[in-house]
């Protein structure tokens, strides 16, 4: 059971390449999330999806598109990168279910530079 | 104002000695609570999570107070592997699958 794993753990980008950071999780967990956490700063929702083949915003959503096509794998693009997405990105999954076992369970995080 | 607010510290403790922190949070529909770990940027670990009677892991105590609207951990007999960040977590009735998180308070143990 590998949980939630995140690919890549490091990337630096130049300012206006894109690139893809994709997220699976092996739990057959119904949401997915994406956060950035930046320093000082408490992890912020970019976009999370409630079930395959859906996405909604977050709370900083700009600068990034998401799709979820398979349940397992959430995926989160940045289109043209500009130095404010410097971060590190988590995601992370949630069963869905009110009871015991209802935390999110997070990824070991993507660091990202943008030059 | 934030949904969740923390002292982000640091709380200095030395070895052996106990530490205790709040969490406030704003949202009366506030149905579940959490305290997770965080090490050096590396990803928020579940600690444990707060029941309306108060529930103890080991060293660990986390209370409620659903008048106040907060949430503490107590952290007793301090070990220099407790430094961390640590993290309160809130999900709410009115918005289902979405959780805030505190910016975090800093705990650093020292010999």
């Known amino acids: 059971n590998a949980g939630v794993t995140q690919t890549p753990k490091f990337r630096v980008l130049k300012t206006g390449q894109s690139m893809t950071l994709l997220c699976a999780q092996d739990m057959n967990h119904e949401y997915m999330y994406w956060y950035r956490q930046d320093p000082g700063m408490g992890l912020r929702l970019i976009h999370y999806?409630?079930?395959?083949?859906?996405?909604a915003k977050g709370e900083v959503p700009d600068g990034y598109n998401v799709s979820r096509l398979k349940k397992q794998n959430f995926l989160l693009g940045l289109e043209s990168a500009a130095p404010s997405q410097t971060s590190v990105y988590f995601c992370a999954s949630f069963s869905g279910t009110s009871g015991s076992y209802n935390e999110q369970f997070f990824g070991p995080g993507t660091r990202l530079t943008v030059l | 104002r934030k949904e969740v607010e923390q002292d982000p510290g640091p709380f200095n403790v030395p070895e052996g000695a106990t530490v205790a922190f709040n969490c406030t949070y704003s949202n009366s529909a506030s149905q579940s609570f959490f305290w997770y770990r965080q090490d050096c940027r590396k990803e928020p670990k579940l600690l444990m999570s707060v029941y309306s009677s108060g529930n103890e892991d080991g060293r660990f105590t986390a209370q409620l107070n659903r008048a106040s609207q907060y949430i503490s951990l107590l952290i007793r007999d301090s070990k220099l592997s407790d430094s961390a960040t640590y993290l309160c977590v809130v999900s709410s009735t009115d918005s289902w699958g979405k959780f805030q998180f505190g910016a975090g308070t800093q705990v650093v143990v020292t010999p």
């Open positions: 999806s409630v079930g395959e083949g859906t996405t």
